[in-house]
T-cell receptor
C-alpha cells in the first residue's frame, strides 16, 4: 500500500523556535505538497515541489520555507514559529500534477 | 483568483436519509476530484471525474461532473454512521497545475 509518512503526529513548540516537519513518500512521486488545515478555512497550500531541489510558493508561503534534497522527502520549515502557525499540517504527493493526491496522517502543531 | 465554492458547510442528517454536497468553480476545470476526511483523520482520495457530464457510482455514492465542467455534486443514498466526515471537492486546472480545494462539507449522521 502506498504511503505518505509524516514524522510526528503531535508537536508542541515555543514561539521563536525553528521547527522542522518531515514528510516521506514511498511511491516515487515527483510532486509533493504542504498544506495547512484550519477550521472554516479548509486546506491552504503553503509550498509544493515538482522535482528534487525544486520548490514553488503556494497561497500562504510567508513564514515558511521548504527543502527537497531527495525525491522521497519534503521538509517544511518554520523559521521562527509563531502562535498563528498553530495548525494541522498535511503533506501530500502525486505522480501526476493535478491528479489524485495521497495525504499523510498530518502533524498537529501547537506553538505556545 | 480561482476558487471552488462548496455548499453546504455543514449537514446533519438522520441515518437513512440522503445527502448531497455541491461544488461550483469560477473557471472551467480539467477534472474534479472528491476526498473524504474522517474525524481525526486525513483526506482520502475517493474518485476523479474528467469528462463533461460524467457520472460515476461507488456503492451508495454518486458523483457528477457538470456539462460545463464548472460544477460537481456528491450524493449519498441512505446515509450510514460510517459516512460521517468532511467531504472535499478539488478542481484540477489551478495555477501551476495544482488542485483547488473547496472548504468541505461536514456531514454528521444521527443514528
Amino acid at each position: 500500500d502506498v504511503k505518505v509518512t509524516q514524522s510526528s503526529r503531535y508537536l508542541v513548540k515555543r514561539t521563536g523556535e525553528k521547527v522542522f516537519l518531515e514528510c516521506v513518500q514511498d511511491m516515487d512521486h515527483e510532486n509533493m505538497f504542504w498544506y495547512r488545515q484550519d477550521p472554516g478555512l479548509g486546506l491552504r497550500l503553503i509550498y509544493f515541489s515538482y522535482d528534487v531541489k525544486m520548490k514553488e510558493k503556494g497561497d500562504i508561503p510567508e513564514g515558511y520555507s521548504v527543502s527537497r534534497e531527495k525525491k522521497e522527502r519534503f521538509s517544511l520549515i518554520l523559521e521562527s514559529a509563531s502562535t498563528n502557525q498553530t495548525s494541522m499540517y498535511l503533506c501530500a504527493s502525486t505522480g501526476i500534477l493535478g491528479y489524485g493526491y495521497t495525504f499523510g496522517s498530518g502533524t498537529r502543531l501547537t506553538v505556545v | 483568483g480561482q476558487q471552488v465554492m462548496q455548499i453546504p458547510q455543514y449537514q446533519h442528517v438522520q441515518e437513512g436519509e440522503d445527502f448531497t454536497t455541491y461544488c461550483n468553480s469560477s473557471t472551467t476545470l480539467s477534472n474534479i476530484q472528491w476526498y473524504k476526511q474522517r474525524p481525526g483523520g486525513h483526506p482520502v482520495f475517493l474518485i476523479q471525474l474528467v469528462k463533461s457530464g460524467e457520472v460515476k457510482k461507488q456503492k451508495r455514492l454518486t458523483f457528477q461532473f457538470g456539462e460545463a465542467k464548472k460544477n460537481s455534486s456528491l450524493h449519498i443514498t441512505a446515509t450510514q454512521t460510517t459516512d460521517v466526515g468532511t467531504y472535499f471537492c478539488a478542481g484540477g486546472g489551478g495555477s501551476q497545475g495544482n488542485l483547488i480545494f473547496g472548504k468541505g462539507t461536514k456531514l454528521s449522521v444521527k443514528p
